[in-house]
């Protein structure tokens, strides 16, 4: 902790003294030696301290003819850096400020105190040191065990692609492909070179090593993530453009986010590939290179399936070098922009709830009352154990990483089941159950489907997938009666959690759930999330002064039954009686996507096609209604009581949260698009 102050006031000091050297002449022709006494403070300071308090825990001192500022801190300076607003660092440059001005034979008058501490510190966000109260397992366990994190080099990411495409393609006969079979069926070979090209290196490599080592790495990486996320307010108020900082943000997580992805795809080949006994340990030469292949084949993958669900320009072209090149639309257009709306909202809503991370925590002692009572009873029909039983498995876990002061640890089926049992939290019977639930084990090999699962299940590129590290993050080395087990109660909540939420939030198809309890809870969870959607959109153009009906069949809007096809219902109609139009909006709580792949198969879902099997796609429903809504608009108007006028039916799409379709805007120009935030600012205006 003394470490990280020292750090804050070496990077104050680049914004004071210019500030010094400009305010006071002599301090420029000054060698000045900076001394902070840390004797009588003690680190582990618990207790806030305000600002006023932090007055009388520092002592400024200055020896003029060594040019010495000596500043002493007393108890409880460090509680100041547990207050919300920076007033530590305040006080401490403000400490420095004074010793300046002692230093000068200037007097150091309070209001020019004010002075220099407002224009050395701008604002009360900008700060470098962050006393956060431990939450997380992963604060604590980094008393022990802080992890480094690994990210992909350039070099090798440059070496993956050298050559590739002519691994698989003869020069002789081009180096283009153009249609969406060609183009598939060329990145599907070389997904396959390259697996053939990992799978060769792993069976060298000692798997008990990879796997611990990759876990460790993650670990790094998560918290790194998890520092960007929680100090951006900070970050963003010791600069003057925010923007800027943003983008860097975002790209240091999108850094991040590549590593984990890629180290958690390797831990999936690796259990079944790598050796179990012999085999090399594993060092950060032997990663990166894995770890760009692993890439290389999840955004190829992801290339395959957006060409062949008709989202993505299906030209693939060789580069004299071997590197493959795809049209960039896609990833322009979509990705790219999407992906920054994301994490640029995800960083708004973390620089928003920065004070929380100031303030105790209570456990829950149980999800009782938390969670609905019906879907509580689907979760435990579902798997076997209770919510709560889960999160017990969770803490005793978490609590043996603790007393093995290790993020990542290996222990054997009998002494899980011993520390669980004897746990207040759970027991070996739902122990016993989760171990089976939630663990990926080695199979004859990665590329083979095991029995129950689909292919979809281990493609490494798609989300969702039931033999993921994600849906099984426990890790069982081996077969029989004991095996050993790797544990990263980090992972394991990351996983329990997104599953939790996936279950909760109605996310799951009803196709992968077993119990009839869970299927009903998933089924009735959307509608009353549709619902609630369209009431939300309806109440916010009712308060913007709209008359407004929900849920309308076009039979009811025309009192006739339509001759061609069932035209379904408009989510919600407003209109102002002295206007001549009519909104129809419809509403789409889509669920949120992050892969290339969950883009194009949301994209081709809802962008306004037809689809091969000669359905309509959502977007293309509501669009030919739409159209023909605006030819029996007179009907329209007269049912609505506007009497008989040539009224127009504009047409809305409004969401419940950024989605790519509204990146494809420009492809609808008679179609108005925006996300329910976007729709209260454009109506209430």
């Not at 690994?150 to 003869?170: H, N, P, R």
């Not at 979760?379 to 993020?407: P, Q, Y």
């Not at 087990?485 to 992972?491: E, F, R, V």
């Not at 949260?657 to 329910?676: C, E, G, H, L, N």
């Amino acid at each position: 902790m003394i470490l990280k102050v020292w750090d804050a006031v070496h990077n104050w000091l680049g914004r004071a003294v210019p500030v010094f050297e400009r305010r006071l002449h002599d301090f420029a022709n000054k060698v000045v030696q900076l001394v902070l006494d840390f004797g009588d403070a003690k680190p582990e300071q618990v207790e806030s301290a305000s600002k006023q308090v932090l007055h009388s825990s520092i002592t400024v001192s200055v020896k003029q003819e060594d040019g010495i500022i000596h500043i002493k801190f007393h108890d409880p300076f460090f509680g100041g850096f547990q207050n919300p607003q920076n007033v530590a660092e305040r006080m401490l440059m403000r400490a420095v400020a004074r010793g300046a001005l002692q230093l000068t034979d200037e007097t150091p008058y309070e209001e020019l105190l004010d002075m220099f501490e407002n224009e050395i510190v701008p604002n009360d966000d900008a700060r470098y040191v962050h006393m956060f109260g431990a939450v997380r397992f992963r604060d604590y366990i980094n008393y022990y065990d802080r992890q480094s994190s690994i990210y992909i080099d350039g070099a090798d990411e440059a070496l993956s692609k050298l050559g590739l495409g002519w691994l698989v393609q003869s020069r002789n006969n081009g180096d283009r492909f153009t249609t969406s079979e060609e183009s598939t069926r060329f990145l599907n070979n070389i997904i396959e070179l390259i697996w053939k090209r990992m799978r060769t290196r792993l069976h060298t490599l000692n798997r008990v090593h990879l796997i611990e080592q990759a876990l460790r790495y993650i670990e790094g990486v998560e918290n790194e993530k998890l520092q960007w996320q929680r100090t951006i307010r900070a970050v963003i108020a010791l600069h003057d453009n925010s923007e800027s900082v943003k983008k860097v943000a975002i790209e240091q997580l999108a850094r991040g986010n590549a590593s984990s992805i890629a180290l958690r795809l390797l831990i999936e080949m690796a259990i079944s590939e790598c050796p179990l006994d012999g085999g090399e340990h594993v060092g950060v030469l032997d990663l990166t290179p894995l770890m760009s292949d692993m890439l290389c084949i999840f955004n190829f993958g992801g290339w395959s399936d957006a060409i062949r669900k008709g989202v993505m320009e299906p030209e693939i072209k060789i580069a004299p070098n071997g590197d493959i090149l795809s049209h960039t639309g896609f990833r322009d257009e979509v990705i790219d922009p999407f992906g920054q709306q994301f994490e640029s909202a995800r960083l708004d809503h973390e620089s928003a709830r920065y004070d929380k991370h100031f303030k105790s925590f209570q456990a829950v002692p149980t999800v009782q009352g938390i969670f609905s009572d019906n879907f509580l009873v689907a979760f435990e029909a579902e798997f076997g154990l209770s919510v709560d039983s889960l999160r017990g498995i969770r803490d005793a876990l978490e609590n043996l990483a603790i007393e093995k002061r290790s993020c990542v640890f290996i222990a054997r089926k009998d002494e899980i089941l011993a520390y669980c049992g004897n746990s207040e939290f759970t027991t070996q019977d739902d122990t016993v159950i989760f171990l089976e639930r939630f663990s990926l084990w080695p199979r004859e090999a990665w590329d083979k489907t095991p029995k129950g699962f689909a292919h979809r299940d281990w493609y490494p590129w798609l989300f969702g997938r039931e033999l993921s590290l994600v849906a099984r993050p426990v890790i069982r080395l081996e077969d029989g009666n004991n095996p050993r087990y790797i544990i990263s109660p980090g992972l394991i909540s990351d996983g329990t959690t997104h599953m939790l939420a996936q279950y909760y939030e109605a996310e799951i198809a009803t196709s992968k759930c077993q119990s009839l309890e869970m299927k009903r809870w998933i089924d009735d969870e959307k509608s009353r999330q549709s619902h609630e959607f369209v009431k939300k959109v309806a109440d916010i153009m009712q308060s913007a002064g709209y008359e407004i009906r929900i849920e309308i069949t076009v039979t009811e809007l025309l009192n006739e039954k339509t001759a061609d096809r069932n035209y379904g219902d408009v989510d919600v109609l407003a209109w102002k009686p002295e206007q001549n139009e009519i909104l129809a909006i419809e509403c789409k709580d889509l669920k949120l996507t992050k892969t290339p792949n969950e883009i194009a198969e949301q994209l081709n879902h809802f962008s306004g096609q037809i689809l091969p099997n000669g359905d309509r796609d959502e977007l293309r429903k509501h669009l030919d209604r739409c159209i023909f809504l605006n030819k029996k608009n007179q009907r329209v108007a007269k049912t609505l009581g506007m009497g008989d006028r040539n009224i127009c039916v504009r047409n809305i799409v409004c969401f419940s949260k950024p989605t790519p379709t509204q990146y494809m805007a420009s492809r609808f120009p008679d179609v108005k698009f925006f996300t329910i935030d976007e729709l209260y600012q454009v109506v209430g205006d």
